[in-house]
T-cell receptor, first 115, second 113 residues
Framework: AQTVTQSQPEMSVQEAETVTLSCTYD???????LFWYKQPPSRQMILVIR??????QNATENRFSVNFQKAAKSFSLKISDSQLGDAAMYFC????????????FGQGTRLTINP | DGGITQSPKYLFRKEGQNVTLSCEQN?????MYWYRQDPGQGLRLIYY???????QKGDIAEGYSVSREKKESFPLTVTSAQKNPTAFYLC????????????FGQGTRLTVV
């Protein structure tokens, strides 16, 4: 079974600084997808960024980028130039490429932005 | 507008009663999911469905039941067998179950009184 682990329950960063959120996962499969979702106080889940495991290039979306280390089964999220609106819970998620299509989430990291 | 709708937003249940949470999507998505979120915790998968008339248990299916009679609808019933049902419940859907993002409803807060 796939598992996703986020070892940082809480993180904080100064506005305009850079922060990295960690995520590791466990799977025996070679093809899969990884996601970072953001959950602000409204509790509406929002996709931040996705990565296909077969792609070696790290995904980027504006101020958000990932460091995908397939051999280490690591998928960290870097937020550059942090803004007050980035404050939220961040969840790492794993999705199989084929077979039973479960979408599995980590425990989440609560990110606080200090002005 | 296309989207995924959960209702109601808040739900109160007496102990020993079954209650059904609604989830409807008009995105023409094949896959649908139900998650439970407890305070300060992650999302735990209850049930998921990849196609009409088929669904699979997730990690915490005990005390819950689902149906998928229509592509658009995936209701979740919280039965009296669920020992600690007070939680926030999220429904999600995705197009092909893997490559595309999952879209989420706004959630239902269930409280047992």
């Amino acid at each position: 079974a796939q598992t996703v682990t986020q070892s940082q329950p809480e993180m904080s960063v100064q506005e305009a600084e850079t922060v990295t959120l960690s995520c590791t996962y466990d799977t025996s499969e070679s093809d899969y997808y990884l996601f970072w979702y953001k959950q602000p106080p409204s509790r509406q889940m929002i996709l931040v960024i996705r990565q296909e495991a077969y792609k070696q290039q790290n995904a980027t979306e504006n101020r958000f980028s990932v460091n995908f280390q397939k051999a280490a089964k690591s998928f960290s999220l870097k937020i550059s130039d942090s803004q007050l609106g980035d404050a939220a819970m961040y969840f790492c998620a794993f999705h199989r490429f084929q077979g039973a299509q479960k979408l599995v989430f980590g425990q989440g990291t609560r990110l606080t932005i200090n002005p | 507008d296309g989207g995924i709708t959960q209702s109601p937003k808040y739900l109160f249940r007496k102990e020993g009663q079954n209650v059904t949470l609604s989830c409807e999507q008009n995105l023409n998505h094949d896959a649908m999911y139900w998650y439970r979120q407890d305070p300060g915790q992650g999302l735990r998968l209850i049930y998921y469905s990849q196609i009409v008339n088929d669904f699979q248990k997730g990690d915490i299916a005990e005390g819950y039941s689902v149906s998928r009679e229509k592509k658009e609808s995936f209701p979740l019933t919280v039965t009296s067998a669920q020992k600690n049902p007070t939680a926030f419940y999220l429904c999600a859907s995705s197009r092909d179950g893997g490559n595309t993002e999952a879209f989420f409803g706004q959630g239902t807060r269930l409280t047992v009184v």
